[in-house]
């Protein structure tokens, strides 16, 4: 009989590489949100470091990492924080340009990736609140 107990199983924040991961796919994201004629206005800060910062702590929180963003910021409520911006399938499609890019700079294993891809393509989806122009 072994003393050691069975490690837990990885998240997926681990499998991927953990913070690094994460902020390398939050920072090729934002490489496209910078010249974005219609995603960059709904950045209000001057600066995209504070918009980082968020989305990387969002992100690594719902893919088992440190809890930082809702011990800083509560509950996530993506709809209720998008619901001033007009996110129509335009927008939606140029969020999701830019993450693609963002997915495949990783070179992550196939299963990760699509993992990943999958999670980011419905919640692109979810948060339209509009079909106007």
């Not at 920072?27 to 995603?39: C, H, K, N, R």
């Not at 419905?122 to 609140?129: D, E, G, K, T, V």
């Amino acid at each position: 009989m072994s003393d050691q107990t069975p490690a837990a199983p990885e998240s997926f924040y681990e499998l991927v590489g953990g913070h690094d991961t994460f902020v390398r796919l939050v920072d090729a994201f934002y490489v496209g949100i910078a010249d974005d004629e219609v995603l960059r206005p709904m950045y209000p800060e001057a600066d995209l470091g504070p918009a980082k910062v968020r989305m990387t702590m969002f992100l690594e929180q719902y893919w088992g990492g440190p809890t930082t963003y809702s011990d800083q910021r509560g509950h996530p409520r993506l709809r209720m924080r998008h619901a001033p911006f007009k996110v129509n399938p335009d927008a939606r499609d140029r969020w999701l340009k830019h993450m693609r890019a963002a997915v495949d700079s990783l070179d992550l294993a196939p299963l990760h990736h699509a993992t990943l891809w999958d999670y980011l393509d419905r919640a692109a989806h979810s948060l339209i609140n509009t079909f106007d122009d």
